[in-house]
């Protein structure tokens, strides 16, 4: 009972932030042609076009740029690896997904991701470390949290954030450069308010660190849901729990992982130490108390 609950708390958060979040971006173009036009609905409309068009083009991008990125190595049948290949393949018959192309990568750091924009173009990856540090039912805890981010579209939804933080860097970098004329076009719109105004320039200006942060949050937010489905998925919650302390546990890096890629993987990769709202991942001591609440 305690699991299907926070599943489905996790997805009202996720649905809450997502709409806050288009909101946000909206709002944002609204100020942008307020400051440059003295109205709101032109921008909101540059807003929503160069979102839609620039999250179309990250969508459409191939599942091995982020694979080549990483270095990961395709195993194409059970005979390169039995165990990991029959895991992956075991998981996502229970998650009903089609099963995900399987890599590994050559680092010794634990870890392991997931990608792919549906469960049809999904894929995971794992590090040698994580093989070789990790037991066997916890090797499946952390096989199913990926698949689970696979099965509940997350890669698509995170894909989408970055897009739309994109989004808001351009309007506001736009914005601010056009503030020169700013002059001219107030004198040109004897409706615009000055205090309206002076609202829609300062919301320009921080509109990007508030859009990485929202942006951060549905990371956060789909790590906590991952979690609770893989332990639908495996009913072991507690090995998932068990992987997540060894791994967060080892300081080393992964050397192939980018800060692009960084929010993909089940626990930080760059081992930064950054918390709360600056975080990609959430705090492993929130998410193994919550695991072993289930």
Request: net charge positive; glycine share 4%; proline share 4%.
């Amino acid at each position: 009972m305690v699991l299907y609950k926070q599943i489905e708390r996790n997805k009202r958060h996720t649905v809450i932030i997502v709409t806050g979040f288009i909101l946000f971006v909206l709002a944002v173009g609204a100020a942008f042609s307020y400051i440059r036009m003295g109205d709101y609905y032109s921008g909101m409309a540059i807003a929503a076009i160069i979102g839609g068009g620039y999250t179309l083009i990250m969508l459409l991008s191939s599942t091995n740029v982020v694979m080549k990125m990483n270095h990961a190595r395709e195993i194409k049948s059970a005979q390169d690896n039995p165990f990991l290949w029959n895991t992956v393949e075991g998981l996502a018959l229970a998650a009903r997904v089609p099963t995900p192309k399987v890599y590994i990568i050559n680092d010794s750091s634990p870890n392991a991701f997931a990608t792919g924009t549906s469960p049809k173009k999904g894929a995971v990856a794992v590090t040698t470390g994580l093989l070789d540090r990790l037991n066997r039912e916890e090797i499946e805890g952390v096989v199913a949290h990926e698949i689970a981010h696979i099965r509940n579209y997350d890669i698509r939804l995170a894909t989408i954030a970055i897009a739309l933080v994109s989004v808001v860097a351009i309007l506001s970098d736009l914005g601010s450069r056009m503030l020169y004329y700013s002059g001219r076009s107030r004198r040109d719109n004897n409706n615009q308010s000055p205090i309206i105004f002076i609202i829609a320039f300062v919301l320009l200006i921080f509109a990007p660190i508030i859009a990485t942060l929202i942006r951060l949050a549905i990371s956060r937010n789909r790590e906590f849901l991952a979690d609770a489905s893989a332990a639908e998925l495996t009913r072991n919650p507690h090995a998932l729990a068990s992987a997540l302390r060894k791994i967060t546990t080892v300081d080393t890096p992964v050397k192939e992982a980018s800060s692009t890629s960084a929010p993909l993987y089940f626990s930080d990769p760059l081992k930064k130490k950054a918390k709360n709202l600056f975080s990609t991942h959430p705090a492993p001591d929130e998410r193994i108390k919550r695991l072993q609440q289930m």
